[in-house]
């Protein structure tokens, strides 16, 4: 079996999206250069993360959600095991929902 190699990342498109200023032209943005199906998949991995960070169990995530388990399981491992910027980006998001309020 041949051994993967990883790719090159490519900064670009990710200095794109810290150029866009509004709500709307980041849903415009995505809209644009993903597939319908990439975006709620996207949608559905975040949906899932901030309720697994309210420690909801897998059962009630699947019934909300419509996530496999599978899918519950990679984000928790991503969440436990990746970067940590999910995890930021959520108590980020949580903090700034805070201070509108």
Do not use: H, W
């Not at 041949?2 to 980041?26: H, W």
């Not at 319908?36 to 059962?59: C, D, H, P, W």
Request: aromatic residues 4%; contains cysteine; proline residues 2%.
């Amino acid at each position: 079996m041949a051994k993967r190699v990883p790719r090159e990342k490519k900064p670009g498109m990710y200095e794109a999206i810290l150029q866009l200023e509004t709500l709307e032209e980041c849903l415009d943005f995505f809209q644009d250069i993903c597939a319908e199906t990439e975006l709620r998949s996207m949608e559905q991995r975040f949906e899932v993360a901030g309720m697994l960070k309210q420690n909801m169990v897998y059962s009630d995530i699947m019934q909300k959600t419509s996530a496999s388990t599978a899918t519950i399981s990679r984000v928790n491992r991503m969440l436990n095991t990746g970067t940590g910027m999910l995890e930021k980006s959520l108590e980020r998001l949580e903090e700034s929902k805070s201070e509108q309020s």
